[in-house]
């Protein structure tokens, strides 16, 4: 590493930071470590770095148990993670009730990207991660993914490498910082801190990781199941600004999947607060009507106690087999001491999730839902377009399916990404979502005044992404998929 | 109020919001209602707006009653708001663990402030309301305060003025929407909805409203106990632009209290995001160390367990006096159905609540503190630099007392706003605190890092205040009581 770690920055000037990522995301072919390079290194990893993941009954997990009357599933340590009931009740217009299991873990995790300038273009280290719930196993990660568990070491294992410069003492120029919502249907109150920290320290460059530009990166989530969920909602954390470039660049690359929909993007993050359907403030008011209008209780209850839901010994599931199972795994790394058991939760199928874009007076806007989750802070955050799992809907009648589901489905030369990606593997098997930008062109209805979908310039949308709780993991991830279309 | 109302709007252009309210807080001589006017209508209402307030102890109070055991203190609509105690658990570095009474109200309310351009200068609708708990009874209010149990009529009352403008059907332009906390050290996780809604309708003005200028109402804020505290945190959710004003004005009036310190204001309104000692995402990190490392952990307990605090028929007072009372009281109107009984919460002394100030680089900064108060929805929030009862620290040796107090206390020749304004008359009896502004110069210590505090330009403070829960409301005064210098 020493030849690339003696390369000087080369960059005086001083930048905001959304150019400065800009101007590291249009070197798409790499500065620092060549795509060449970056692919012979990842085919190398694939090859060594592998976990056999076993299944095992939940009442057989080595360092788990389920409580008196299989009231809940927890750790030993009583820390970690645990599987709970949850009673939900919305007391709003069209009151709804439904009972299920989440993941309850009330810490805030970190997922930090580390970044530094080589050649005065701000680089990012990636690293190559196995996670026992992913089909494909080895996956491109952030520098840093602790769990708080992780690294105050409740559970033991190894110190985690970089996690110094996300920590106040040892810590660089913070680029972003902001805590995110994950699967609100999945987990209760689940937070993570997404940072982007700046250094400029020497880094020693571990096997397992890679220092990539913004624009290799953006440009891998093309590849299905390689860019992980933990780097997606980071990377739509980083800031993008497409004006203020200092090298006279005024738009995308040539060499874009579409330069005339790249084009539309570049000028949609440049929009003036004008240029949007709908100003802040009205945006604002139409989430803040949703939290008013659907309050959600959610209250415990015991595993045992959830209707249409059947706990065994050896898993927990769905009667009707909708949604998801808890299922146990026994995992083994190459080397004895990477061995240890836990529940997952697997999803019954591969979920849709799509962005609808489409023209308002001549600049770009994204289709956003209020998503009610009840896994969330404050009730609602801003989802994608459409959002679910095919398997609820599958004996529904067309009225009764999610708005733009039959549309998205039936796109075929209107689709600007479809690319199926991994949630994260550490707490969920084989989920996988089949993730879409569909323009829609002048399709009337996604016109229509509709109390649960606004129209926002991406430019918007970067900017809510900075604030806690307003985005959800699905609509970051997508966001991060609309800026590998520049 | 015909010959005002046939006035008609002269604005042809279309400004963004920021400059828009600019150019009505330059107006502060008014342009609908005259400063002359002003005061003869709120005299006039001073003489007929009057209410008697007695005291009733807790337990004979109509419409109230202690739950069994006096667990908690509840209206037998059992709805409304409640009184029950709090156990309170900070499990971070530096454990504390207190217990205490919160006013519980999990509802979320409406404090609506109605905009129209009249002679081309918005003018925003105020009104002259008594509250049972203010020492001066009548005070300025925003166009509509109500609880959702109000609005909804679950304790019965009239219909509420003006409060279609805020609900979605008859809404206007939303030019400002933010949920907001209130006291979180008196309130569990209360919040309102601060609106500020445009019409172009024809509204009918009734005897105790006005449309004043944002000019007038900000200069307002020099009388004591004038403008209450749902008008200042309406004020401080208000967008100010000090850039971009068509007309040339390129700097505040020549009238104002301190034409050099507010030419400072106006310039770090306008303050760019390189100007700041710390970006954004610097101050959106140091929130979130805190919320990591301060978590607190809020659980209900009987009133009656509450170590510390008594409970009697008459109140519930802390043993050492300090803190707070919790009393009952009865209240007549001018007409026989103007009269109802209800506990407030009467803090044992006036409150001290400050923003330091001082130049970094040629450019006006404020002292922010990390406030962490139970009540919060998300641990904590930016709160002003001193913020605290005095009685509290009473007896305590200098080193103990909360940094910066001694100084504000002692400030003379530098204090560039000082006024005692109060808090929440609906809620809190003779609730008031004396609100300071105190330009600290080169002061050394201001500049030290220390963990709780940050200086921010008033560009970012103002753009933190338009997302929900991130400054509390003692700040939000202040930066209302700021913009009142120019």
């Not at 991660?129 to 568990?149: D, F």
């Not at 660049?249 to 000028?267: Q, Y």
């Not at 209250?299 to 949604?323: C, F, N, Y």
């Not at 589901?405 to 979502?433: I, M, P, Q, W």
Request: include cysteine; proline fraction near 6%; hydrophobic fraction near 40%.
């Amino acid at each position: 590493m020493s030849e690339i770690l003696s390369r000087p920055s080369a960059s005086a000037e001083v930048l905001p930071d959304g150019p400065r990522v800009t101007r590291s995301g249009l070197a798409t072919e790499g500065v620092l470590t060549t795509n060449e390079e970056f692919a012979a290194w990842l085919g190398e990893r694939e090859t060594t770095d592998r976990m056999t993941v076993e299944r095992v009954p939940l009442a057989d997990l080595k360092g788990w148990h389920f409580t008196e009357g299989r009231a809940s599933l927890v750790h030993d340590s009583g820390k970690f993670f645990s599987i709970r009931g949850a009673d939900v009740t919305s007391t709003g217009p069209g009151p709804r009730a439904w009972q299920q299991p989440l993941i309850h873990q009330p810490e805030v995790g970190i997922l930090g990207l580390l970044a530094k300038e080589f050649g005065g273009v701000l680089h990012f280290l990636m690293q190559a991660k196995i996670e026992p719930g992913n089909r494909r196993q080895l996956q491109l990660s952030p520098t840093v993914q602790a769990t708080r568990s992780n690294y105050t070491k409740v559970h033991g294992g190894a110190a985690i490498p970089y996690l110094d410069h996300f920590l106040p003492e040892g810590r660089g120029r913070v680029i972003a910082d902001v805590l995110q919502s994950e699967q609100g249907a999945w987990f209760l109150g689940k937070r993570n801190r997404n940072m982007v920290v700046e250094t400029t320290d020497e880094i020693e460059v571990r096997d397992n990781f890679r220092w990539l530009t913004y624009g290799q990166i953006r440009r891998l989530l093309a590849v299905p199941n390689l860019v992980n969920m933990d780097s997606r909602t980071v990377l739509a954390c980083v800031p993008i600004a497409t004006d203020g470039l200092p090298d006279g660049s005024d738009g995308p690359l040539a060499d874009a999947p579409d330069p005339e929909f790249a084009a539309e993007l570049w000028h949609s993050l440049r929009a003036a607060d004008a240029d949007g359907r709908h100003t802040d403030a009205e945006i604002s008011a139409w989430l803040n009507d949703v939290r008013v209008d659907t309050p959600l209780a959610v209250g415990p209850i015991e595993l045992t106690g959830l209707r249409e839901w059947q706990v065994s010994d050896d898993e927990i599931a769905h009667r009707q087999g909708k949604h998801f199972r808890i299922i146990g795994v026994s995992v083994r790394g190459r080397r004895e001491v990477d061995a240890w058991q836990q529940p997952l939760l697997a999803p019954v199928d591969v979920g849709i999730v799509a962005f609808l874009t489409r023209r308002i007076d001549g600049v770009l806007h994204v289709l956003m839902r209020a998503a009610v989750e009840p896994g969330f802070l404050d009730v609602v955050e801003l989802g994608p377009t459409v959002q679910c799992s095919p398997a609820t809907y599958a004996d529904a009648p067309p009225e009764r399916r999610p708005r733009f589901y039959d549309y998205v489905l039936g796109a075929t030369d209107n689709v600007r990404y479809d690319v199926l990606l991994s949630e994260e593997g550490g707490r969920f098997y084989h989920a996988e979502c089949r993730y879409l930008v569909v323009d829609c062109g002048d399709l009337p209805e996604a016109l229509e005044p509709h109390p649960d979908f606004r129209w926002m310039t991406v430019r918007q949308l970067t900017a809510w992404v900075q604030h806690r709780n307003c985005v959800n993991v699905q609509a970051r991830t997508l966001l991060a998929c609309l800026n590998s279309l520049w």
